[in-house]
C-alpha cells in the first residue's frame, strides 16, 4: 500500500486556482520534495493532505484512509508541522512538547527513541520560552512536536525556511535519519540545493506539477550544455545577453550567471567582444536542478 | 481526561505568563467599583449653597439650620441683595441659592402662605432636579413642624419611604452594574480573544490535526475562564459588602449560582464570537461594541429601562446583562429567591444554551 495517493486534486480561492490536477504517490519511507516558489501551493497542499483543508476536485488517501471522510483517523496517524512557526511562545520547550505529546495521548518518553537526536541538540534550552529561540531551534522543536506521536506519515511544509545554512543543513540530515525509521515523508522547499537531498520530488510552479522525478533523473533530463559566464560588470552582461538572440535563457547562480544557447558559442563571444566587457570569463558548467527547474518554468510561462 | 487536564493547565499558563493582561483582569473590577461608587456618584453630599435671608427672624434661622443640620447642603455664604445671586452662581461652586422672602414668618402666621424661592444652576439637569426635590421635602418637614406647633385642624401629610435603598445610595445600584460589565468583559471578550489568538498563531492548525475533539478544545480553553470570572464576581462582592455596606438579603448560594450561569452566558457569547472571526483585532471590536455598548445602555445599569423608547425596550429584551441585573438587584436587595427570580434565571439559562448551540454548530473542524 502506498502511504500517501493524491489524485487530480484542484482547488481554487474565489477566482485564484490554487492547484490545478496534482496527482502522486509516496511510497514506503520515501523523502519526498515539493519543490517550488512562494506561492505555488505547496501550504495548500499540505493543508488538504493533512485534512485542513477540502479540496474541489479530485481525492486523496493518506495511509490509506480518505482524507474526507476519515479526517479523524488521519489526525490522529500524521504528523503536520504548519509552513509557519505554530507552537505555544509563552511555554518553554519541554512545555510544548509534554503538551503535544499528551493530547496524541503519549509520553514524551515513550516515544523518545524517535525525537533523542533531535531534542537533545536544544535540550540545554528546555526551560526557554519557545517565542525566544533562534530559528533552527524552533524548527527542531517543531520537527519534536511533530514527531513525539510517532506518526505514521510526516507531512513538513517548509521547514528550513528562515533558518541558517548550518541548521539547515542539520535539518536534512535528521529527514535522512527519520527516513530510515520508515516513516514516509513529503517535505516542501523553495531551496533547489534541498531538492538534491530528496529520493524523488515534484517541481511545482503556480499550482501545477511540471515534473515528478528522481533529482537525478531531472537533471540529467536537461538535454543541453550550460556556460556560466561572469564579467566585472555582471549587471551590464545580463542585460546584454538577454538581449541577444541565440541566447535562450541567463540567469544569475551565485557569482556566475548560467546561460544556455540555440547557438554556437562563438556566435555569443562575437556579439559580446564589442561591447567591451571587462574580465569576461566564459566556461561549461554542470547542470544543476536549479537549471532544469528554471528550463521548466520558462516552459510553463510560455505555455500560458 | 488527562489531555483535558493538560490543556487546561497549558490555558493556565497563558493566562498567568501573561502578566499586562492578569493586572487589566484584576484590577478593572477594582478601580472600577471606586469609580463608580465614590466619583461617578449622583448622590447629593454637602452641595454647596448660598442664603439670601431677607426676613432674619427666628423662624427663616431655624430653616436654614433645618437645611444644613442635614448632611445634604452646606450654606456657602449669605448674600445681601438680590444682585448677588447671579455673581454666586457664576463662581461656580454655588449650586443652589434660597431666597427667604421679607416678612417671611409673618406671611406664614397671619396670612397662612408663605413663599420661599429655589434658584438652582440647571447646567446639570439631573443634579439641579435633585437637589430641588431635596430641599422641598426639607421645606416641607420644616412647615409640619411649624404647623405642628399650632395643631391645624386638617392636614393630609404624604409620608414618603424608600424602600430597599433607604438611603437611595447610587452604590447600589452601581456595584450589580459593575458586576455585570466587568463579568462580560472577563468572559465574553477573554474567551473570544483567547480562542481567536489560536487560530491567528496558528496553534489552531495543529490543535485540528490531533486526536482532540473541538467540545474538547473549547471546554479547555473556557474552564479557566470560568473560574476567573467567578473569583472576579466575588472580590466584586466582597468589596460592595466591606467598602459600599452593600446588603446581600438574599441567598447567598443563589447569589453566586447566578453569577456563575451570567458568566456562562458570557462566555457562550465569547465562543460565538470567536467562530465567526478569525482575528483578535476583530473579536475585540465585536466584544466592544457588540456586547459593551449594549450592556451598559440597555442593561438599565445606567440610564433607566423604562423611560426608553418602547423599541428599545425591546432591544433590551435580548440582552443578557438586563436579566442578570435584575436578578441581581432582586437577590441582593429584596432579598429574594429563585421563586420569585425564576423567570429571568430561565431566559439566561435559555440564552447559553442557544448560544452554545450555534456555536458547536459553526465551529469548524477545518480552517476554512
Known amino acids: 500500500m502506498q502511504p500517501i495517493i493524491v489524485e487530480n486534486i484542484h482547488k481554487s480561492f474565489g477566482d485564484v486556482k490554487a492547484l490545478h490536477d496534482i496527482s502522486f504517490t509516496i511510497g ?61 511562545q509563552d511555554l518553554t520547550i519541554e512545555e510544548n512538547l509534554n503538551f503535544f505529546a499528551t493530547i496524541f495521548n503519549t509520553t514524551v518518553e515513550e516515544n523518545y527513541e524517535l525525537i533523542k537526536e533531535i531534542y537533545e541538540q536544544i535540550a540545554p534550552f528546555a526551560k526557554r520560552p519557545a517565542g525566544k529561540l533562534s530559528g533552527g531551534m ?8 511533530a514527531l513525539v506521536h510517532k506518526p505514521k506519515v510526516l507531512f513538513l511544509d517548509e521547514p528550513t525556511t528562515g533558518v541558517d545554512p548550518v541548521s539547515r543543513k542539520e535539518f536534512w540530515d535528521m529527514l ?31 499550482g501545477a506539477i511540471m515534473q515528478i522525478n528522481t533529482p537525478a533523473n531531472i537533471v540529467a533530463g536537461f538535454g543541453m550544455p550550460v556556460w556560466a559566464m561572469k564579467a566585472k560588470n555582471i549587471y551590464r552582461l545580463i542585460h546584454d545577453l538577454r538581449a541577444f538572440k541565440g541566447v535562450l535563457s541567463c540567469y544569475a547562480f551565485g557569482e556566475y550567471l548560467h546561460v544556455t544557447l540555440d547557438t554556437e558559442l ?39 | 481526561m488527562k489531555q483535558f487536564f493538560v490543556f487546561v493547565r497549558k490555558e493556565c499558563y497563558h ?32 452641595v454647596q449653597i448660598a442664603v439670601l435671608d431677607q426676613s432674619r427672624d427666628s423662624y427663616s434661622q431655624r430653616l436654614v439650620q433645618k437645611m444644613t443640620a442635614s448632611r445634604y447642603f452646606t450654606v456657602n455664604r449669605y448674600l445681601s441683595g438680590e444682585k448677588d445671586i ?44 435633585t437637589l430641588i426635590n431635596y430641599a ?42 459593575v458586576m455585570t460589565l466587568i463579568l462580560m468583559l472577563v468572559s465574553a471578550m477573554m474567551t473570544s480573544i483567547t480562542i481567536t489568538r489560536e487560530k491567528e498563531l496558528g496553534t489552531m492548525e495543529i490543535l485540528l490535526v490531533s486526536p482532540l475533539k473541538p467540545v474538547m478544545i473549547i471546554a479547555g480553553k473556557v474552564i479557566p475562564y470560568i473560574v476567573l470570572s467567578f473569583l472576579i464576581a466575588l472580590i466584586i462582592l466582597a468589596m460592595g459588602a466591606w467598602v459600599f455596606a452593600m446588603p446581600v438579603k438574599g441567598s447567598l448560594l443563589l447569589l453566586l449560582l447566578e453569577c456563575i450561569l451570567f458568566g456562562l452566558t458570557a ?102
Not at chain 1, 138 to 145: E, T
Not at chain 1, 281 to 299: C, R, S, T, V, Y
Not at chain 2, 106 to 126: G, V, Y
Not at chain 2, 309 to 334: E, G, H, Y
Request: hydrophobic share 45%.
Open chain 2, 267 to 368: 462566555l457562550s457569547l465569547g465562543i460565538l464570537i470567536s467562530s465567526v472571526t478569525n482575528s483578535q483585532q476583530t473579536a475585540m471590536m465585536i466584544s466592544l461594541m457588540g456586547l459593551m455598548l449594549p450592556t451598559i445602555l440597555l442593561s438599565g445599569f445606567v440610564f433607566p429601562l423604562e423611560s426608553m423608547p418602547k423599541a428599545l425596550q425591546v432591544v433590551a429584551n435580548a440582552i443578557p446583562a438586563k436579566w442578570f441585573n435584575i436578578i441581581l438587584k432582586d437577590v441582593m436587595l429584596k432579598g429574594m429567591g429563585l421563586r420569585q427570580v425564576w423567570m429571568p434565571t430561565l431566559i439566561l439559562c435559555g440564552m447559553t444554551v442557544f448560544f452554545l448551540a450555534v456555536s458547536i454548530r459553526k465551529f469548524k473542524i477545518r480552517l476554512s
Open chain 1, 28 to 88: 514506503e519511507g520515501e523523502l519526498f520534495g515539493l519543490i517550488g516558489p512562494d506561492g505555488a501551493g505547496k501550504s495548500t497542499l499540505f493543508r488538504i493532505l493533512a485534512t485542513l483543508l477540502l479540496a474541489d476536485e479530485g481525492n486523496a488517501k493518506v495511509n490509506g484512509r480518505d482524507v474526507v471522510k476519515e479526517y479523524r483517523t488521519i489526525r490522529r496517524e500524521v504528523g503536520y508541522m504548519p509552513g509557519r512557526f505554530s507552537l505555544y
Open chain 1, 266 to 304: 562563438d556566435d555569443v563571444k562575437a556579439y559580446l567582444a564589442p561591447l567591451g566587457h571587462e574580465a569576461l570569463e566564459i566556461k561549461p558548467a554542470a547542470p544543476g536542478i536549479e537549471d532544469a527547474f528554471m528550463q521548466l518554468m520558462q516552459e510553463q510561462n510560455e505555455l500560458t
Open chain 2, 15 to 46: 493566562i498567568f505568563r501573561d502578566k499586562r493582561t492578569l493586572l487589566i483582569l484584576f484590577g478593572m473590577p477594582l478601580v472600577l467599583i471606586v469609580l463608580f461608587g465614590f466619583a461617578i456618584t449622583n448622590e447629593i453630599h454637602h
Open chain 2, 86 to 129: 447671579e455673581p454666586a452662581f457664576r463662581q461656580g461652586d454655588v449650586k443652589m441659592v434660597m431666597v427667604i422672602p421679607n416678612r417671611f414668618a409673618h406671611d406664614f402666621f397671619h396670612e397662612k402662605k408663605a413663599a420661599i424661592q429655589l434658584l438652582t444652576d440647571a447646567s446639570d439637569p439631573n443634579t439641579a432636579t
Open chain 1, 176 to 206: 535522512q535519519r527519520l527516513k530510515t525509521k520508515g516513516i514516509p515523508i513529503l517535505v516542501s522547499t523553495p531551496y533547489m540545493d534541498e531538492a538534491v537531498l530528496c529520493d524523488r520530488v515534484a517541481l511545482i510552479q503556480k
Open chain 2, 136 to 177: 422641598n421635602s426639607m421645606i416641607m418637614q420644616y412647615q409640619q413642624e411649624l404647623t405642628g406647633e399650632l395643631k391645624l385642624p386638617l392636614t393630609i401629610s404624604g409620608e414618603v419611604q424608600m424602600v430597599y435603598n433607604p438611603s437611595l445610595k447610587g452604590v447600589f445600584l452601581f456595584v450589580p452594574g
Open chain 1, 138 to 145: 524552533k524548527q527542531k522543536l517543531a520537527l519534536c512536536c
